[in-house]
């Protein structure tokens, strides 16, 4: 039972670069969220998901795109990679909401932007 | 705007001993949900308890117990018997249709 896979777990990117971060869940939720992490920051709602077909801007959208064309995969994309983008970026599952719904996390993806 | 504050970046308590979290919350809402959630230097969330802001019983999870004040928009996080497990980064997050974090309090245990 994988739970919530990221795929890849490091990446070292140049400005101006894109790239994709995947996430993959084995659960048949329906939410799906994107997080970063900064130091003392906590983590912030880059885009969410609350089904297939479906995304919506969360905290911190600017320079991020995402898809969600099955309901198992919500995709991260960064078009042109910026310093500011350097951050350890969590994926997140729920079948809903509620106190009973709590969020599963992956492993996180740490990102540098040189 | 909903935010979540923790206005403590570290604390530290010695093995055996018990310590307490702070978190107070902002929201107009009035259903919501709690949670706290626990990060090791796995970088792992692992999620430590919950609480429902309809109920006013306090959640408990063995070791772990909150004291959740409606009224004054605070859900401190208790922990009983420290273990040096328990050393790692601690945030609160707010509910509704999707989570706000605070910005984390770093629990160091000594033994």
């Known amino acids: 039972n994988a739970g919530v896979t990221q795929t890849p777990k490091f990446r070292v990117l140049k400005t101006g670069q894109s790239m994709t971060l995947l996430c993959a869940q084995d659960?048949?939720?329906?939410?799906m969220y994107w997080y970063r992490q900064d130091p003392g920051m906590g983590l912030r709602l880059i885009h969410y998901s609350v089904g297939e077909g479906t995304t919506a801007k969360g905290e911190v959208p600017d320079g991020y795109n995402v898809s969600r064309l099955k309901k198992q995969n919500f995709l991260l994309g960064l078009e042109s990679a910026a310093p500011s983008q350097t951050s350890v970026y969590f994926c997140a599952s729920t079948q809903g909401w509620g106190v009973n719904q709590p969020q599963h996390f992956g492993d996180g993806t740490r990102l540098s932007i040189l | 705007a909903q935010t979540v504050t923790q206005s403590q970046p570290e604390m530290s308590v010695q093995e055996a001993e018990t310590v307490t979290l702070s978190c107070t919350y902002d929201t107009s809402e009035s259903d919501y949900y709690l949670f706290w959630y626990k990060q090791p230097p796995s970088r792992q969330m692992i999620l430590v308890i919950r609480?429902?802001?309809?109920?006013?019983q306090n959640a408990t999870e063995n070791r772990f117990s909150v004291n959740f004040q409606k009224a004054a928009k605070s859900f401190s996080l208790k922990i009983s018997d420290s273990q040096l497990g328990d050393a790692a980064m601690y945030f609160c997050?707010?509910?509704?249709?999707?989570?706000?974090f605070g910005t984390g309090t770093r629990l160091q245990v000594f033994p």
């Open positions: 659960m048949n939720h329906e939410y």
């Open positions: 609480q429902e802001a309809y109920k006013q």
């Open positions: 997050a707010w509910d509704t249709d999707k989570l706000i």
